[in-house]
């Protein structure tokens, strides 16, 4: 099993040199504060210069800071507690540039989740939800708003589509008693990883359930247990994780579907529309 990132530094501590013992004891006592700092803001925290910060993430097995900065910032999405985050988020952005820094840090998680993400798992994904014999939605907690964004566009589209509610524990389990081969499960999962979603994920994987995965990153408890993993950059903007990059995947997947099934949807919709004129479901004065 790889050593955690803190066990490593305290291991190598020792032999250390006095200005990356500064760095090493800070990053123990305060590595959720470290994750969001640049390397210059690190090295005046402790001390020490920037070249030195630099070459402690070298000694420590890092081929630069922003892959120390990264592994940092993986440990404190599943360490902080929200009251944690919130505290991080004070010390990382100015009050004054706070629209700036979210906004801008939205389009970049975008932009890098494109880069990286697995073509071929989305176009499989969208396959094999089209092909489903029942689809499946699973979200807890925040992730619920992503769950609720597919269920809602999906069950527009097709009659097989099944939002797995979260009232208590149990209850999952009841939801997708029958899931099985044919089935697909799209679960939705993000720091604070919610252990329900990871039982269920387990549950329909042994069943030979398909795993649709949308979390962010392959040290995800739902990512070894998926058949499609598609990863979504969701660093912290708050005391919780920005969804805007998974969202975006999420309105991929249902554009995706769309036109997979073009003419089966286009009746649906056509048939939607006729009773939502009937009934005056929509304001149509402006």
């Not at 630099?54 to 120390?68: K, W």
Request: some cysteine; overall charge negative; proline content about 2%.
């Amino acid at each position: 099993m790889k050593p955690s990132l803190l066990y490593m530094i305290s291991e190598k501590m020792s032999a250390m040199s006095k200005g990356q013992r500064q760095i090493a004891s800070f990053l123990l006592e305060h590595y959720d504060r470290a994750a969001y700092m640049t390397a210059a803001k690190l090295g005046e925290e402790c001390g020490v210069s920037e070249s030195t910060v630099v070459r402690f993430a070298d000694e420590i097995g890092f081929s630069g800071y922003p892959e120390l900065q990264n592994a940092l910032r993986e440990l404190t999405k599943t360490k902080l507690t929200a009251a944690g985050r919130l505290e991080v988020t004070e010390n990382v952005f100015g009050r004054a540039e706070i629209l700036d820094r979210v906004l801008l840090g939205d389009a970049e998680k975008i932009r890098r989740t494109l880069e990286g993400l697995d073509r071929a798992a989305f176009g499989s994904a969208v396959e094999r939800i089209a092909a489903a014999r029942k689809v499946y939605i699973l979200g807890s907690r925040s992730s619920s708003i992503l769950a609720g964004f597919l269920n809602f566009n999906l069950r527009m589209m097709f009659d097989n589509v099944h939002n797995i509610e979260l009232s208590s524990g149990g209850e999952i389990f009841e939801q997708i008693l029958d899931i099985g081969e044919g089935d697909v499960l799209i679960a939705i999962s993000f720091p604070r990883y919610s252990k329900r979603t990871v039982r269920a994920v387990q549950y329909a994987h042994r069943a030979g359930c398909n795993v649709v995965a949308l979390t962010d990153s392959e040290a995800s408890p739902i990512a070894g247990e998926s058949d499609q993993l598609l990863l979504a950059k969701s660093d912290m903007a708050s005391f919780v994780d920005s969804l805007v990059a998974p969202l975006s995947i999420a309105d991929a997947l249902v554009a995706a579907l769309s036109m997979c099934r073009r003419e089966e949807v286009l009746s649906r919709l056509r048939r939607l529309e006729e009773i939502w004129d009937e009934y005056d479901i929509y304001d149509k004065n402006n």
